[in-house]
């Protein structure tokens, strides 16, 4: 797994994640946006996983509500981008708080974790912030 980005820093993390992307095939792709809680997304701080690149790319929790309006505008911006390249396929899924503190550390199980605990999401659902 490739980890980019700098924790609570949307502007940068976002920017990581899309040079990490570059030369994908955005239609193949599949992103999971991975939060603490389940049901909490007015204040959830978001990791991004991304699935269908030889290896899977992930970030830092750097996006959504409890990073503030620039959280939540970084966060409508990069899933905009995704789907202006041809991304349709976005997920969201809650892991232990103790889980995301890990990703420094985490192997290929933490990814794995993630695509199993994954379900569909509704881009639209944070376009509204």
Excluded: C
Excluded at 40 to 58: D, N, S
Excluded at 107 to 129: M, S, Y
């Amino acid at each position: 797994m490739k980890l980019v980005g700098t924790p609570g820093n949307p502007k940068a993390t976002k920017e990581a994640l899309i040079q990490a992307l570059k030369g994908a095939h955005w239609p193949k792709l599949s992103v999971t946006l991975v939060g603490p809680w389940q049901g909490e997304r007015e204040r959830a701080a978001y990791a991004v996983f991304v699935f269908g690149t030889p290896e899977p790319v992930a970030t830092y929790p750097a996006f959504g509500p409890a990073l503030g309006p620039e959280g939540e505008a970084e966060l409508a911006e990069l899933l905009g981008f995704l789907e202006a390249h041809g991304v349709t396929r976005l997920y969201e899924a809650a892991l232990a708080p103790g889980r995301l503190a890990e990703l420094a550390q985490a192997g290929p199980e933490l990814a794995q974790e993630v695509f199993a605990a994954r379900n569909p999401a509704d881009p639209a659902i944070w376009r509204a912030a």
